[in-house]
């Protein structure tokens, strides 16, 4: 009985503390919904010719995210703005 009273002591500890851990991937995006949002068309248009490849995408909180390829080929998770898709910020997807 008392081991698994330490047992659940730990795992609720380490459950009420991982949202600390957690980062926000969404910081570097638009706290406001934008009022018109630029078209996916567009936008992809936009990626292809600055050399990106996507392979997964998402909007999620005002901003484009994507993972896939740089125009160097590099695998990376990019954030874009929604309003004229300019690059917030990019990580190398390892």
């Known amino acids: 009985m008392k081991k698994f009273l330490i047992v659940?002591?730990?795992?609720?500890?380490?459950a009420l503390?991982?949202?600390?851990?957690?980062?926000?991937?969404?910081?570097?995006?638009n706290k406001m919904p934008a009022a018109q949002p630029m078209q996916l068309s567009s936008f992809f248009q936009k990626l292809e010719g600055e050399g990106y490849k996507v392979r997964e995408f998402e909007y999620e909180?005002?901003?484009?995210?994507?993972?896939?390829?740089?125009?160097?080929?590099r695998r990376i998770k990019?954030?874009?703005s929604?309003?004229?898709g300019t690059l917030l910020?990019?990580?190398p997807d390892l």
């Open 8 to 14: 659940s002591t730990v795992i609720v500890g380490l």
């Open 17 to 29: 503390t991982m949202p600390v851990f957690a980062k926000d991937e969404y910081l570097f995006c």
């Open 61 to 73: 909180r005002n901003c484009y995210k994507i993972e896939g390829y740089d125009a160097n080929s």
């Open 89 to 91: 910020h990019v990580w």
């Open 78 to 80: 990019a954030y874009f």
């Open 82 to 84: 929604d309003t004229d």
